[in-house]
Structures are given as structure tokens and as C-alpha cells.
């Protein structure tokens, strides 16, 4: 996937006779950078700066106190400016007119306040049930009346990528990108839908009086008289140069101050912009570009503010202490209220700052992304982002039309972490974080700890707040006080996406329940949910961590599925990816412009067999959002279970990786440290915070101690890494080897069934057949297996019986249970087809997917089949060397001594009256489960009849039993 570049048009509403702005100015998708609830219904070029005075500087903090300094020669005793008259006179505020005629009332003394209410034209917006003004995307007939006239495509900057994925955000400064400067000839032109279109200079017009004026004095307000004093440059003695507003110049910016703002590469933005007191006043200064004119309203007051080009505008009002204002924003054709973004004071506390800087914020998601929220009694969402290495970061998003120059968020000290709490945005905006690089150039990034994207191939991120109500208290009580390993585990894999195309999350909350509950299944692991932008990674290429995939629904409506599947008493399991990311460059690949999320070494960082890049687990920020994010999916969705994929390429340096491309670890050794500490904390924390959740470890390797206790010392050095239950991959791999012989010769590979009981014991196993065993050319389980049709479907049924009688807990992918002769696709699923009753064939399907219903139900109401599963005594051998017969009996035991006794015969030869040794206590026995009974769709041969045991020892036993054999079948006897 490549990053989607913002369209070549943008919003606009540009007559003609406008310059072209400057080209000092930088430049974006030429749109007001305002929050949805005010945006403009028209747009406008920046106006012509004012040229920079030859050596300016940003103002020192003296000279904004002394601005107000009386000049030498001058009386202290000066008449109070035109503030007065305007709060003696509200109206005057709008009328220049009024305005001179209350000053003169007003007389030296000034006048009395006026009540402070502002007219009725001039309150906020209403406000919707959320607490904010609904914004034009979602209230379209209020943006029809204001004129808002979005161009299609214009949803996210991902539109363009289709046609030309070659562009990409990231462009050097001067190129014209989002937020720089744009070549001066590509400017200002009046596009479709009301969008800039860079591609020629306006058509000249005639300017207005009044905008002529403006130009002449340079872009300042008009100057005027202070109580009949001339003002500076006036003729007479100096003073002050208030206007007719009472509004004097803010001391300009240092040219090296306006550079950074203006490019996105200024760390403490609210420093400059927002409101300040100085002596004898409060400056006020914003960013807007596009804008005609900025006024500051308060109570009694409304002072329109001096442009100085860029989209700046400032001035000094005579207050003695910062007013709860607003900002009235006149574009040419509407006047927006709003709050300042830059009053506000952080939201981001120093625990929190501390915590994420120690590595050890646990509820990282709270901290960071994006979080609707009431801050000093005004809603909005505070957006919070972790990019130590760039200059400067600014929020872009739909509520600014993709441009972020009006938006430069600020660093919260040296915890490189960025911050802005943006008044009136809401849930369901779209944003995206602009990143100033240390080479200046800027790229368009999604927010890492976003809960909430696009839908791809979109890659936006969503504001987003959950309003889901949980009904799964039962279940989640019981699950607090169980214990995983000895309670049944029988688990169904799923591909959410492709188990029934084209539903939804809800969709399927109607479905899968149901489906899983009949066949008995206690648990569902679900292929990784986690936002991905290609499908056909199966969700193991992760860009959003935090966020469930957009194509099947919200996060709430994921945790409906959750809730719903728990409700029906079945456990959630999610397969959880935190060995590598994808390069995509709009997400976390050099995220601030240099590596962040991955190690620095580009040899260290690539994933060999992948394309992808590894996660950096030395950098403690890193560590923490690995682990706070395992914490999020069991806390925020009660997730029971993480299955953690790829662990044995995290574990070892020399994965896939030849001689010379690898650097050994400290002690010489292989083993990657720094992912063994981040697997022992993940561990650690999880089992703290969430109990009753299960961490299960796909690896692939002898790394000893996998499901060994964090704390606990084994023979090579290291503590165990802490996991629940590790998936049983040699087990796997044997047993599909041995049934893929043709019986004649399955001899010579007996010992590949019987070798897994040697290390049976030296961890916490799973039995997986999984989406791995199924695909590229692996092909589906029962066509692994020789013979014909009728062969292959009872050497299924008879794995199956020998797979849930063995020691450990079991998996099987979707598709298996009613043995599938395809592979698994991504693009299509299961295929359903082979159940319905007019395939002349679908009884062979339903006969296997009958069996595999009562091997649950029979496996969960048999405690010698799971209670033990860790516990070597709850196991013993009775036949492991009948190579030549090709059968296999052993016994499996409950925490009471009760016996289970389980033989598999993998010959298609029926062998009657074969005799087995039993336990002496057991006087009779009886078949409880055959896979070849003709309801599966075997030949029936069956122990009908109870078995009693003989005084006659055998196989070490001192009693025996004669059960008939079923060919190609396995047989579970229990006591009668």
C-alpha cells in the first residue's frame, strides 16, 4: 500500500481580481483550517504579506511589556482608548461610525459598561445532542445553506492513489505540498465545487474601496485617533497607534519565529498564537488562513484584529487580563464563530508525560490519539501524538479540508509527545498528523494509537468514542475465576472477513454464535482483527494496533460480536501481531522522519521473509505500545485470549537471516534480549490486569521455557517468556506427515505419532490445524490424505478422533469441520455449498461435520480429556509400537483416576477381537465414540456391545479387552 496524497483541488470560492499570494507564504489544500462546526462556506487566497523589516526578530518578552512604555517626553495621564466607548455601546463594535461617535461620548473619562451580553446575531451556533454544532458533513442541508460545496474524493487524502500511487504526502519543502509553498503561477485559481485548483494565476478585477485601503496600509487596520491625539506617523505629537477598533500592532514575529510557524516546524506554537498579557494589555495573535478578517468577541467587545500576511492576524487590546472570548472569522462570504485553539491549556497531565517517557503507561490509548472530551467547559477532542524526532507536527483532517497549516500542534516538554485540544471537532472526523521532518520535508501520517480508521484502502483515522453497554458480566465473572489449562479448550478457527462474505460484525453476531455454540467449539480465535491495508495479509500486516478492521463495521460494533459470542458461552480469542509492520508510508515506517518504531540498523529493522520491518523492543516507548496494546484488546474488548504470531522470528537475531547479516547480542549469543524482555512484560501484565485471560505463542522452535513462569530459571539462563499455552507445532508437522503415507507404508514413519509424547509435557500445548495448513498448496485436511474419496474422508474422521484424544487443548481452522476439499481462500471462504442438501455429495460433508459436533460434546463432558493436559500422570501408553497393525492405544485419566481409553486403527483393514490391555478396575467397558458409524459416513463397524475385561494381562496391563477394530476409525471406550 502507498500513502493516498491529498487531490490536486481544493476548496475555494476565489473571484477573480484576487492576487496571487505571496511567495513567501506557505501553502496547502487551500481551505479555512477550522474545526467542522465552523467551517467557512467560501475560501480565499492568504493576502499579500507585508514585506519583513530588514533585521527582524521575534520579540523578546520585554519588549511585548514595554509596548505599551510611555514615550520619553510623554505624560503618564493618557485618555482612555476607544475600549470604553465599545462597551458603553455593544453595536459600535460592527460599525465603524458608532464606534468614532461612542468615543466622542465617551468623552476622557470613558463610559460605562455595557450588560456584556452579545446580541443574538452574534451567540454560538446551537448546539446538537453531543454538545457540539453539527458540521456540514454531517448535517449537509446546513452545509448547503452555508455554501459548502465539498468536491468528491475529497473524504481523506487518500483519493488520488488509485489513479497515481507513485504520489505520496511526503514532499520537500518549496514542492507545493500539503502545508508548503506552492509555485506561484499554480495558485489561486478558482477550481470545480468551489476547490482551488492550482494550475494558472486569477483573472485580474477591480479591487474594492475598502480592500484598496487595506492594501495601502500595508494589510493593517486603518489607523486612528486615540481621544483627538494624533497617532504616530499622524503629523503631531506621537502616540500609540490604536484604530477604530482600539487595536494597536502586536510587536511583529522574528522572521525566524514566522518560518517555523508558517512551516510546520515550530514545537510551541500556543507561545505565539492565542491570547497573552503584556503590559498594558492582552495580545491577541492566530493563524487563519484564507480569512478576510479575524475579530476578538467577549462580553461588550468586538476588535477586529490587524492582518499581517499568511494568514496571520494580531493586535494589542488595552485589557487588563485575558477575556473568555471567541474568534469571529469573515471569509468573503460568511462570518464563523469558534473557539481559539490556543487558549486552552495542556490536557495531557505530567503522570501521564512521566509514565509514557518511563515506558510504563499501561493505558496508553487513554494518553495518546484522539479523544473527544470537555476541556475548561468547552467540548472538543484533544489530540496527543508520540514523534520525538520531528521539527514540528500540525493536525490536518476533513475540518480542515486536508490542510493543516492552521493547526501546528505543540511539544509537551522532552517527552516527544505533541498535543492540541481542538474545540467543536467530534466523533466521526477524519484526521491525520503532518509531520515537519528533520529534513524539512513533511509527510501525512495516520494516528499509531487511532481506535478508529477508514475503511480501506482509506487510510485516515476516525475520531472515535464508545458507547457500546456490555451484557456479558456472567461470563466475564466466570472467566475471572477459571483455569484455562484445566477446563475443556476446543477452539474454532476463524477469518472474520471471509467466513461469511459480505457480513458485517453485527451481521455476524447473528450467526457465528449459533454456529459455533452447535458444534460445541468452547472457544473462537479470530485471524488477526487489527486494522490492515492489503487482504490478502490476512490481517498479519498491521498499520492500525489499536483499531478493529473498518470492513466489517465500528468498534462497537465489533464489541457487539464480542458481547454476543460471550453471551452464547463462547470464548474470544484474537490472534494479536507484534513481531513486524508493514512500510507502508503512511503509517509507522520512520514515522516522524527517521526510525521510531523500528531498530536504527537497516539490517536489524528489515524482516527478511516478509518486506516488513521489525518493532525496536530496546526502546522502552516502543515496548510500552506492544504492551499497553495487549492490555487494550482484553480490557476495551474483552478479549479472553491473545494468540501471538511469529514469536520464534521475534526470539532469535539470525532469523531467516545468512551469516554476516546479523549482529550477535551481547554475551555472543543469537537470541534477541531485548524481544525476550518485551515478551516476559507482556506476559507479566496482561496476567496482572486481566484474570482469566490466556497469551497462547505460535513458535515454532525448542526455545525452552515458552509457557514457563517469568520468574523461573531454566538450564539455558533465561526466565520462561511467560505465555499460557504455546501451539504444538512439531505435533502438527509429524502427525500430518504420518497420514499423508499411504497405510502400506505408514510402518516406517509410526514413531512421527508417537515422538510428541515425548516432550508432551515440557510445555502447555495446543494442537493446531490451522489457516497455515490449508493454503498455498498445502492443500485442505482431508485431501492430505491418500486413497480415494471414501479413504480420505475416514482417515479425516479417524486424525480428528486421534487429534482430541490426545494431550492438549485443539484447534481447527473453519472449513475442516465439514471436510472441505479446497483450499482456503481469502476471496470466497468456506465452501458453504458443499452443505446444501441438493449436492448429491452433502451427506458425506454433514457426516464429518457431525462428528466433529459429538467429539465436543463428548470431549466436554469427559474431564479425562482435559483436566490433565498438563499433568503427565493423566496419560499412559497401552499400545505405541504396533507398527505393522498401524494402531495406537494409550489411556487418558481425570483428577480422579478415571480412565478414557482411545485406539486408532489407520489401516483400512477392519481387525476383529484385537486384544488391548486395560486397568484391572475397570470390569466393563463401552464404545462412547467410533468415527466410523454410518451417521459420519463410515461402514458402521461398531462395539455395539459393552466390552468386559479379561483376567488375561496384556501390553503390561493385568487385564485385557477384544473390541473389534473399524478400518481407517479410531474408538474412545469408557468404564460402563
Partial sequence: MTARPPSGQHPSDEGPGHPPAATGATTGPAVPAVPSTFLPGRVHPRPEPRAARPGSEAPTRHELESAEATPPGESTDRPAPPTAALEADPASATDPARAREAAAAAGPGGAASADGHPRPDQRPEPEDARGRAPSPREDPASAESAGIKPAPGRESPDAATAADPARRPETPVGSGGPGQEAPPADRGRPGREGRVSYSSPPVPRAPRADQARHEESGGAAEPSRVAGRPVAGGGGQADVAYDEHGVRPAPALGDEERRRLLSGAHHAPHDLLG??????????????????????????????????????????????????????????????????????????????????????????????????????????????????????????????????????????????????????????????????????????????????????????????????????????????????????????????????????????????????????????????????????????????????????????????????????????????????????????????????????????????????????????????????????????????GLRVDAVASMLYLDYSREPGQWTPNAHGGRENLDAVAFLQEMNATVYRRCPGVITIAEESTAWDGVTRATHHVGPSGFGGLGFGLKWNMGWMHDSLGYLAHEPVHRSYHHHEMTFSMVYAYSENYVLPISHDEVVHGKRALVSKMPGDWWQQRANHRAYLGFMWAHPGKQLLFMGQEFAQGAEWSEAHGPDWWLLDPSYSAEPDHRGVRDLVRDLNQVYAATPALWQRDTDPEGFSWIEGDAREDNVFAFLRFDADGSPLLAISNFSPVVRQEYRIGAPEAVPVWREVLNTDDGRYGGSGVANAEPLKAEPTGWHGRPASVLPVLPPLATIWLRPA
Fill in 275 to 640: 491570547a497573552h498579557p503584556v503590559r498594558g494589555g492582552v495580545l491577541f495573535r492566530c493563524l487563519r488562513p484564507y480569512a478576510r478578517s479575524v475579530t476578538v468577541a467577549a462580553a461588550g467587545l468586538r476588535a477586529r484584529l490587524r492582518a499581517e500576511g499568511d494568514g496571520l492576524f494580531s493586535g494589542v487590546l488595552p485589557l487588563r487580563e485575558i477575556p473568555d472570548y471567541r474568534l469571529l472569522v469573515t471569509y468573503e462570504d460568511a462570518e464563523l464563530e469558534l473557539h481559539d485553539p490556543y487558549r486552552f491549556l495542556p490536557t495531557l497531565g505530567e503522570l501521564d508525560l512521566h509514565l509514557i517517557g518511563e515506558g510504563r503507561h499501561e493505558e496508553l490509548w487513554r494518553a495518546l490519539g484522539a479523544h473527544p472530551m470537555t476541556h475548561q467547559g468547552v467540548s472538543g477532542t484533544r489530540f496527543t501524538v508520540w514523534a520525538p524526532n520531528a521539527l514540528g507536527v500540525r493536525l490536518t483532517g476533513d475540518f480542515t479540508y486536508w490542510d493543516g497549516t492552521a493547526l501546528p500542534m505543540r511539544s509537551l516538554g522532552g517527552s516527544g509527545v505533541w498535543e492540541l485540544f481542538l474545540p467543536g471537532v467530534g466523533e466521526g472526523a477524519l484526521y491525520k498528523f503532518e509531520i515537519t521532518r528533520h529534513d524539512g520535508g513533511h509527510s501525512l501520517r495516520a494516528d499509531p494509537m487511532a481506535r478508529r480508521t477508514e475503511c480501506p484502502p482509506a487510510t485516515a483515522s476516525v475520531v472515535h468514542a464508545s458507547h457500546h453497554r456490555w451484557g456479558d458480566e456472567a461470563w466475564m465473572a466466570r472467566r475471572e475465576g477459571g483455569r484455562v489449562h484445566e477446563l475443556p479448550f476446543s477452539v474454532y478457527e476463524v477469518h472474520l472477513p471471509s467466513w461469511r462474505p459480505g457480513l458485517t460484525y453485527r451481521q455476524l453476531a447473528q450467526q457465528l454464535p449459533a454456529y459455533v455454540k452447535d458444534l460445541g467449539f468452547t472457544h473462537v480465535e479470530l485471524m488477526p482483527v487489527a486494522e490492515h491495508p492489503f487482504g490478502g495479509s490476512w490481517g498479519y500486516q498491521v498499520t492500525g494496533f489499536y483499531a478493529p478492521t473498518a470492513r466489517l463495521g465500528t468498534p462497537d460494533d465489533f464489541k457487539h460480536l464480542v458481547d454476543a459470542l460471550h453471551q452464547a458461552g463462547i470464548g474470544v480469542l484474537v490472534d494479536w501481531v507484534p513481531a513486524h509492520f508493514p512500510k507502508d508510508a503512511w503509517a509507522l515506517a520512520e514515522f516522524d522522519g527517521r526510525p521510531l518504531y523500528e531498530p536504527a540498523d537497516p539490517l536489524r529493522a528489515a524482516h527478511p521473509d516478509w518486506g516488513t520491518l521489525e518493532f525496536d523492543y530496546g526502546r522502552t516507548e516502543v515496548r510500552n505500545f506492544l504492551v499497553a496494546n495487549a492490555v487494550y484488546w482484553c480490557e476495551e474488548f474483552h478479549i479472553d
